[in-house]
């Protein structure tokens, strides 16, 4: 006989009560307070109070107020050296000529003999003018003696007094015969001294244009033929145009009766402004194309080493000596189309001062205007924000001495070969 055993199926809710209740006291235990422990601690950081928010020290930055200093400001030109004197030597008379007695390109002084020309045809004129002199002198004694005696005897009315008019003139005649007989004598003379051609002024000479035993021409003005061309180099000009705004500028800044302008000139392989000057002469009037007007400069060159046609650059005193306000370069900024540097008020608070520049002098920049001397400005930590609160340090502001640069830069030598 089949019999049917039917079983109940379990019941979910039953199923965790039987698996809790087989976990052990200490399983159990936990079960029930990790859930409550977890929720503690929530509650805990619920009810916590938020941390404070950190809190940006301020910038450190390092002030000082700015040096004031007696300056001189220089205007900048370009120009080239020209000799103060040139003379084209030429000759005065016509002729052959056999002697040389100077080297190319030497220096010469006043009066030293450069050229002869052959002097026996001037000799022999010369020779002949004083015989003609002589014979002139020797016709008015004549005349003189004729005239005295015609004068005694007018008396006596031996001698009408026509004659006697007649021998006054004779005897002017031969005074004049005489003069001219005796210029014609200095005429030759000086032709003789012409012979020899001398240097007129003294400098550095060109070369020779013409070699001995060689024709040349003579006479008064540019007539002659070229020997050579002597420079004055001592002193030396140097030439040069500045512009119109640069003119008015130098004209309002010149005191009246005041010295000429210096000028400082750098050559073109030098690193500092070396040769010094005094402005000599302003043209006239100004170029209407080009707008500039034409100046010189004059400087001693007792050893003839500037050269006529060497370029320079020339800085020229404009306004004399100023007081000016000085700071750090480093400490200009620029913002947007101006340039500002940083100051620190009462407060500690930083603000920004629009400036007017100058020139660099010795690492520091001439503020033409925007700051006052008892302004700290500042110039470490230059980073801070307008507006913001720093932390001043006093500092200094001390001029920068550069290290001395070498006083020329020498071109480069183009080949090298091993000496034996």
Do not use: C
Request: proline letters at 7%; zero cysteines; a positive charge.
């Amino acid at each position: 006989m089949n019999m049917e055993t039917h079983i109940e199926p379990a019941t979910t809710d039953d199923a965790p009560k039987r698996g809790f209740s087989k976990l052990s006291a200490w399983q159990r235990g936990a079960v029930v307070l990790v859930p409550l422990a977890l929720i503690g601690v929530g509650v805990t950081k619920l009810t916590a109070p938020a941390p404070a928010a950190f809190v940006m020290p301020p910038a450190s930055v390092t002030v000082a107020t700015p040096l004031v200093r007696e300056v001189s400001e220089w205007d900048d030109y370009t120009g080239r050296f020209a000799p103060s004197r040139t003379v084209e030597i030429r000759p005065r008379v016509a002729g052959e000529v056999v002697g040389i007695h100077f080297k190319d390109g030497e220096v010469v002084q006043k009066g030293q003999l450069l050229f002869t020309i052959d002097p026996r045809p001037f000799a022999a004129a010369l020779a002949e003018a004083r015989a003609n002199a002589a014979s002139a002198g020797s016709a008015l004694t004549l005349a003189k003696s004729d005239f005295a005696r015609a004068s005694r005897l007018v008396g006596d009315e031996a001698v009408s007094a026509g004659e006697v008019d007649s021998l006054r003139a004779k005897m002017q005649s031969a005074q004049a015969a005489l003069a001219a007989a005796q210029a014609v004598v200095r005429t030759r003379s000086l032709d003789m001294d012409f012979t020899q051609v001398r240097a007129p002024i003294a400098g550095r000479i060109s070369d020779r244009r013409v070699d001995a035993g060689n024709q040349v021409a003579g006479g008064a003005g540019t007539g002659g033929t070229v020997l050579t061309v002597i420079n004055a180099l001592d002193p030396i000009y140097f030439t040069f145009d500045g512009s119109e705004a640069l003119y008015l500028k130098t004209q309002r800044a010149r005191q009246p009766g005041a010295a000429p302008a210096a000028v400082e000139i750098q050559l073109q392989d030098e690193t500092e402004h070396r040769w010094k000057g005094r402005l000599d002469f302003t043209d006239n009037g100004l170029d209407q194309r080009s707008g500039t007007i034409r100046a010189r400069a004059v400087l001693n060159n007792p050893n003839y080493f500037l050269t006529p046609g060497m370029f320079g650059n020339m800085r020229l005193a404009s306004a004399g000596t100023t007081r000016a306000l000085l700071v750090p370069d480093s400490a200009v900024q620029t913002d947007q189309a101006r340039k500002i540097v940083l100051v620190v008020d009462k407060a500690g608070l930083a603000a920004a001062k629009p400036v007017e520049l100058g020139p660099v002098v010795d690492g520091l920049r001439v503020i033409r205007s925007g700051l006052a001397p008892t302004d700290k400005v500042v110039i470490a930590g230059i980073n801070a924000a307008p507006g913001a609160k720093v932390d001043p340090h006093p500092g200094k502001i001390a001029p920068v001495q550069a290290a001395p640069a070498p006083g020329v830069a020498l071109p480069v030598a183009g080949e090298a070969t091993l000496s034996r």
